[in-house]
């Protein structure tokens, strides 16, 4: 049974972490990068400031409700990621800790990993037992024209901060790459993101595509030879991602609450919620790749609404 909360949400499942238990800790759309594929729209608090948006008392208060409400439930992981940079939150630091001291469901951070330049941020997340930063470009050309950061964020500047990190995390460190039709799946590109890799020595690297409505209109995710020639090109370590399983639980409770408080972090197929569901001021429907997802109304998108 899906519970309701304010910062912490799910189950919900995950191509990478199976059952994971979601904290959100930063507010809708708070980022310091607009990437193109982003499935919850345009950045709206372009920022690289880092702030306790959420205090830590209220996560783990939240967190120690759902893990109560969920006992006998599986959950394979609790994962930090935002509506947004979730290494925004200036909180981490005590809330990664809290968690790892008190329940055996192992913690893992999804970011862009473009603070982990700054050390205080690297400091917080040592104690993550998998911390998934995303690297989706090799020149900073590319870098600019699909993560879109803020100007004074470079493409060394983001690689510098994966190289430290790497050097000082004990915990499992798996690479993220969004494969973009005709944008970063070519042979050269993909040669490119290689040789980065190569000195960050990720654990894996996760081969991802957009799956859920992108922000731009005009994103494509990379076709089958796309997928192979990247595997060929970024090594042993690189796997393709599986499609996310609809294996939504929306039983028991308010069950319309219960799926606008998911369907605010993570759209949905329409076609995967067994519920009937009108727009109204906290969701709305977004058109992709010919079908029709249920989005937070905060998200703003370009084309199809």
Same mark, same amino acid.
């Given at each position: ?41 345009? #950045? ?58 008190? #329940? ?6 999804? #970011? ?20 998934? &930063? ?132 993570? &759209? ?7 519920? #009937? ?29």
């Amino acid at each position: 049974m899906a519970q309701v909360m304010a910062k912490v949400y799910g189950p919900v499942p995950s191509r990478r972490l199976g059952r994971s238990l979601g904290i959100d800790p930063i507010p809708m759309k708070t980022c310091n990068w607009n990437c193109v594929y982003c499935q919850l729209g345009r #950045t709206r608090r372009f920022t690289r400031d880092r702030k306790p948006f959420v205090p830590a008392c209220t996560i783990l208060e939240e967190v120690e409700a759902a893990l109560c409400a969920h006992q006998g439930d599986r959950i394979d992981w609790i994962t930090v990621v935002g509506s947004g940079e979730p290494t925004l939150n200036s909180e981490l630091g005590a809330i990664i800790p809290r968690l790892k001291d008190s #329940t055996d469901i192992p913690v893992a951070v999804i #970011t862009n990993g473009s603070l982990l330049e700054v050390r205080e941020v690297r400091n917080d997340l040592l104690r993550a037992d998998a911390v998934m &930063p995303s690297l989706d470009a090799g020149t900073d050309d590319l870098f600019r024209r699909i993560n879109r950061p803020r100007r004074s964020l470079t493409l060394e500047k983001h690689l510098d901060g994966l190289r430290r990190f790497r050097e000082e995390f004990c915990g499992s460190l798996w690479v993220e790459v969004m494969l973009l039709r005709g944008v970063n799946d070519n042979e050269g590109a993909l040669t490119a993101i290689a040789e980065h890799l190569l000195e960050i020595r990720p654990d894996r690297i996760d081969l991802s595509y957009p799956e859920r409505p992108p922000y731009e209109s005009w994103v494509r995710p990379t076709d089958r030879e796309g997928q192979l020639r990247a595997l060929a090109l970024l090594g042993t370590a690189a796997r393709v991602l599986p499609p996310t399983p609809p294996d939504f639980d929306f039983t028991g409770g308010d069950v319309q609450e219960t799926l606008v408080d998911v369907i605010q972090r993570h &759209p949905i197929p329409v076609e995967e919620i067994p519920h #009937t569901m009108v727009e109204n001021s906290k969701v709305q429907r977004v058109r992709r790749y010919g079908r029709w997802f249920w989005t937070s109304r905060e998200g703003d998108y370009d084309g199809d609404r």
